[in-house]
């Protein structure tokens, strides 16, 4: 009796699927072939105790009237508050009409996997947002789209100012360079000469671990801006997003953050203890300064780091105490460091 039922639930499936992977337009946009280089900027509150900026470049080149695209960014997001750090972003795409190439750097490999229209049209997709007139960039006239914390800016399709506003959380791409009719030499749209990993998604979009674990902080911020803002379409309003999703999207956006700082911190405790110790026994700037090395080396990635043009007594103690109350802060700390599963449990940890 659920025969019927079974075939419609069949077809929509395979009418889903065939649409999404359908061939796409291979004039995604109205322009030939070009150059387009982006400035990054954005930032905003991560968690209570937690704030973040972020600043890059990126570069999209594009031939075949966009069927073939490479998109490259490049960039450093600071954390300042309670988690401090400083990290290198890098990222690497290219696509066709078939397949999507992502560059996983810290790896060395190359990830694989049938394209698709959500993956091929998302900075420039237009759907569920409002036509509110136009806008200038570079002497070029632009249709905007605007929607509930969305704001693009295409010119013949392409996307010249991106800005998102999502859940506190900013993130603006603007073109400073834009080259029309221009041929892109072999050298800038190969991919490194890394191993690939091919993804065979049979009729699905799901990622699989090691391919999220790939993509870059800027990456996974468009990614949440991108569900966040599907999410606000079809609700109408931010109002359907509840406080649950607001951290759970969050904890996403400082996944690799968290990550890293988890990492860190007892690395960073160790070398503490360390150069305390180191400190204690020296008598000279030179032999003090050999004792930071390893210290600055970790700090650096958090925005501290420490240096001596004066060594006596008076400077010796102020330095001592001043790395012992650090060690105190962070010991009393670990525990909750340990336990911590997410950016927001290990901002407060570090409160």
Known sequence: MFYGRKVTLILTFLVSNT?????????????????????????????PETNLTLHGQATLRFKEWGATLLSKEEG????SGALKSKQSIRSLEKQNNKTLYTVDFKNQKIH?????????????????????????????????????GVRKCLYKGLPLKIESDVLGISYHKVATRVLFDVNSSSSECVLPDFPTENFALFNTTLKTKNETKAKCFTEVLKDVAYTV????????????????????FLNKIGKKIYEYQKSLLPKLLASMKKTRECLQGVENMSDANQCLEAYNALNVNVGIEESIDVWDEKQKGTLLDKIENQ??????????????????DLSACMK
């Not at 337009?25 to 991560?46: M, P, Q, S």
């Not at 450093?76 to 954390?79: E, F, G, P, Q, S």
């Not at 959500?118 to 006239?141: C, F, M, P, Q, S």
């Not at 060690?327 to 927001?344: F, G, H, Y």
Request: aromatic share 4%.
């Open 229 to 248: 803002e599907k999410k606000v379409i079809k609700n109408g309003n931010h109002l359907g997003i509840s406080q649950k999703e607001k951290t759970l």
């Open 19 to 47: 649409l999404l992977y359908a061939t796409i337009d291979e004039h995604t946009f109205d322009v030939e072939k070009g150059t387009v280089i982006y400035d990054i900027n954005g930032g905003g509150v991560l968690t």
């Open 76 to 79: 450093t997001v600071v954390t």
């Open 112 to 148: 694989e996997r049938k394209n698709s229209i959500a993956n091929a049209l998302r900075e420039h997709d237009t759907r569920g947002l409002k036509n509110i007139g136009e806008d200038e960039v570079l002497g070029l006239k632009c249709t905007v789209w605007e929607g509930q």
């Open 327 to 344: 060690i105190n802060q962070l010991e009393s700390s670990m525990p909750c460091i340990k336990r911590a599963k997410n950016i927001t």
